[in-house]
């Protein structure tokens, strides 16, 4: 087995802290009398791992001080139905932020109800509204698995300016917005995929790599440039086929990367954690933008 030099970037303790950070500013706005912020998740139908997510979601809400309002649909809920339910979410002045979460059954086409929710309750941050803001810059809620990204990097003192970021993954839900907001950072920015000729080569050439394409141990040792930030999004269970127990596992061969790289991402404990928390922070930011009250980016 590689050695491990490669220094840990623990997301899992990052996240805890920035939820006693958000967990303090609630207190102290609502010792002032205010309300507390809201997050309204909406789950449609029985997904188990949908279940679970909300539930983990709702147990970090209530450590942060935040008021859920989340609501379980049955699967066979009309498009209209949810439609009507968001609209409701966007008129109640308790909700801050609004989460729909995937996947839906297979008889609803999420975009047109995502499209719905307003773009200043939009807790994960993908509304084309908030991806426009992005693309120019310019202040609003950020899409959470990339910003967790962020604050990882700003966190350890990893400064992307000047650095050649390779992005693999090209999907709205990580790849673009990550590769958008490398760029803000200054950084010199690859997006790689599925189609990209010699993967390996364009990887190799990378200061900084974000594996986010779903496939389990993907990015090998040999791809990665001695002394690269191996930072890695993906989160696939695996099988072992003797004895039948599954683990998690990342698009990062972990072993071997942690032999080459200079710091990496753990999974679990790495990027995911911070998902969760930058979805709180984008509640605690849409209540503070709400009231005027500082807030910082």
């Not at 709702?58 to 949810?82: K, M, P």
Request: charged share 20%; glycine share 8%.
């Amino acid at each position: 087995m590689a050695i491990q030099t490669a220094r840990l970037l623990d997301g899992k303790a990052l996240a805890q802290k920035i939820q006693s950070q958000l967990a303090d500013r609630v207190a102290e706005w609502t010792a002032d009398g205010r309300r507390a912020p809201g997050l309204a998740v909406l789950r449609i139908g029985d997904d188990p791992a949908s279940a679970v997510y909300v539930r983990n979601k709702e147990r970090s809400c209530e450590r942060v001080g935040i008021a859920s309002f989340g609501q379980h649909l049955d699967a066979n809920t009309s498009a209209e139905t949810i439609a009507a339910e968001i609209d409701r979410l966007n008129a109640d002045d308790r909700v801050d932020g609004i989460l729909l979460q995937l996947p839906l059954p297979a008889h609803l086409d999420p975009v047109p109800l995502l499209l719905r929710i307003d773009p200043d309750k939009d807790a994960d941050g993908l509304h084309p509204t908030n991806l426009g803001r992005l693309v120019r810059n310019e202040t609003g809620l950020r899409s959470c698995t990339p910003a967790g990204v962020m604050e990882i990097l700003k966190e350890y003192a990893i400064d992307p300016s000047g650095q050649h970021a390779v992005v693999i993954g090209r999907s709205i839900l990580v790849g673009k917005p990550m590769a958008l907001m490398l760029l803000e950072a200054n950084a010199t920015v690859t997006i790689a995929h599925s189609r990209t000729p010699d993967l390996a080569a364009t990887v190799r050439q990378a200061d900084i790599v974000v594996a986010a394409v779903g496939r389990p141990q993907m990015i090998t040792a040999d791809m990665l440039k001695p002394g690269a930030v191996a930072i890695d999004v993906g989160i696939n269970r695996i099988e072992n086929p003797e004895t039948g127990k599954g683990k998690l596992v990342g698009d990062l061969e972990f072993d071997g990367a942690a032999a080459i790289a200079s710091a990496i991402t753990p999974v679990p404990g790495g990027v995911g954690p911070m998902t969760v928390a930058m979805l709180l922070h984008n509640t605690v930011r849409s209540y503070a933008r709400t009231h005027g009250l500082e807030f910082g980016e």
